[in-house]
């Protein structure tokens, strides 16, 4: 087992990384009251409820079990969560366990943000996307009909269990789709660890354990580093971007769901790639080891073939990271090092979208 | 004009308090974007919106207006802020303007901060109640249908404008109401406010803006004193609910709204000084003086005569203070002093209850 801890002054805590986790004792010290809610949904449930509740002898367990999917990442949902607290009376120093994806973190995350104004809350993030991403970071929240993450709060977990032996039963789209944000990682930051996923990226693919882990780590350390330096969100820390600006047209036309997130990051990072080559801050050869990785991940590498260069402007327009009207986007200068930026000729982003929409219809 | 500035390191803001204020050009220095978006109710606001919006030149000012009431502080009201903020596509950067008394204030506090993870937010209280109340300590919330105030956040305003003059629209009632808070504030921390209200409280009651601002200011003071100590609730900020465990079990058995909170307070209050009184912890002319100052001040002395002391005992025994089935309540040590404890005899508790219901029902 790894563990690593993530530096925030009182609101420290530690991400513990490794096989069969869930299974051991890990939580109990992080759990201060006698109460424990558990917040998963019906997908996670007949997997790995049961195992969650036999580590914790001694505590009164609640267990809310929630709809699975995007669409329930609403207020009502969480509304659902709180009205299994009162019903059970669970006081201020229950703690809630979020069992689940990053929908069922951000959901219970909040609800644990609200509740009396703030209970304890851990993360048992059960997709590799979740353990690399929600880890981190302290993002909570929901959707809302007019916009994805618009209602939420900042709040940190007490700790995370992100047990690499829950990745056997992910499907293989979902493992892929995590390890396009793994690879984000070494991309905006870490050279070396760059090199090292490309050296083990079939370990990755086929769920190795160790591999995995390792991975995990150096991802969430990485987070870790980003967001220490900005925790609300102000600066470096929209390199985690990387791709997202291009990634959220492709899930915003193609209707949310039909491709994973991680899938549209990834052809939305080849797209950043690709303008960064054009402004001449990435060689070809840097270029084509990008895209390699991404083939050997099984992840898209290019955009979807019926969008057009408008479709992307225009859903590129409303994305949040608009400032004033000029797109910013997180572009690569080299391998392991981003900037955001809104300083490129719009000739070039128009070029780069042509080129990969061309080559997507080519086929 | 007054001003007072909370200390709270990074996040402390000013509370300006005096006569006309809503008409100066207070809030722009205080607003930090373009966007700005007023919360208000049916009641306030065909009084002072216009005034408010007349003072935001240069913003684009968008505006909310909800039904009056504590019924309609629910999670679905919040969720009609976050429609209209999104609706008019408010950004990070936006500020959100409450207009109205402690329920508006809650609301639009909790909207604020969960709207993108945390918006800028401005109190401008309307009443009594909330200018000693909700203009300190950062509380913000609904309420769930299975308890009161069981779903919020803590979060600051950046500025708070306390306009005396509004009190004058405010039914008598209400303005006695708010003065039960701020004779609560003497009697806790400042014996020398508590005699100053003495010789004041006809001022006070007859709506006078010099003593209610200096009312106001000390308020605050004390309450901002107390919770710097305590942000979170967990020590000495209890002492800021003397008189409420009595004053909740007499709004649940009253039914919400039929007495208002100061009301019960009050009465709830003159429990709490007679079980000290038995105690031996407060002379029969200290009593007096408790009594006096409430009734000057329009406000009830006894309870409900219909209620009992069964009646207490139960809703008291779900209220919030309760810790391992003993009921703590905060308690006088003479004017000026109070503590929170369980430890008495229960017998004495009902001594207090049975007596002043029966002055009650003697009428």
Redesign the interface.
């Known amino acids: 087992m790894r563990t690593l801890n993530v530096e925030l002054g009182d609101r420290a805590y530690p991400i513990h990384i490794g096989d069969g986790l869930l299974r051991q004792s890990l939580l109990q010290p992080c759990i201060r009251g006698r109460q424990v809610c558990i917040v998963t949904n019906e997908t996670v449930a007949p997997l790995y409820l049961d195992a969650v509740e036999s580590c914790l002898h001694g505590f009164e367990v609640e267990r809310v079990v929630l709809p699975d999917g995007e669409q329930f990442k609403t ?1 009502d949902t969480v ?1 659902r969560i ?2 299994r607290l ?2 059970t009376r669970q ?2 120093t229950t703690t809630l366990i979020a069992l689940g994806g990053g929908v069922i973190g951000d959901m219970t995350g909040f609800a644990a ?6 209970v304890d809350f851990i993360q048992v993030p059960t997709t590799l996307l979740s353990q690399v991403d929600s880890s981190v970071g302290g ?1 909570t ?1 929901v959707n ?1 009909p ?2 994805k993450n ?5 709040y940190q977990p007490r700790c995370v269990l992100a047990d690499t032996g829950v990745l056997k039963t992910l499907p293989p789209r979902e493992l892929s789709a995590g390890i396009a944000e793994v690879i984000k990682y070494g991309l905006i930051y870490d050279s070396d660890f760059f090199d090292w996923l490309e050296a083990h990226i079939d370990s990755l693919v086929a769920g190795d354990d160790e591999a995995l882990s390792r991975a995990i780590y150096r991802s969430c350390e990485i987070k870790a580093e980003v967001v220490a330096q900005d925790e ?1 969100e102000s600066g470096i820390r929209a390199l985690l971007n990387l791709g997202h600006t291009f990634g959220h047209a492709i899930e915003a036309h193609q209707g949310y769901g039909r491709w994973l997130h991680g899938e549209a990051v990834a052809a939305g990072t080849l797209l950043a790639a690709d303008l960064s080559r054009r402004l001449g801050w990435l060689t070809d050869e840097q270029m084509a080891r990008i895209e390699a990785i991404h083939r050997a991940a099984k992840l898209p590498v290019l955009p979807p073939p019926e969008m057009t260069v408008e479709d992307f402007r225009s859903l590129m327009a409303v994305d ?1 990271k608009v400032l004033d009207g000029r797109i910013r986007l997180v572009l690569l200068r080299g391998i392991g090092s981003a900037l955001v930026t809104s300083d490129f000729p719009a000739e070039l982003l128009d070029e780069t979208l042509e080129t990969r929409l061309g080559l997507a219809r080519a086929g």
């Open positions: 207020l509304n709180f009205d009162l019903e006081n201020r943000a609200c509740y009396q104004r703030g993002k929240g809302h007019l916009g618009m209602i939420g709060a900042f609300k949040k």
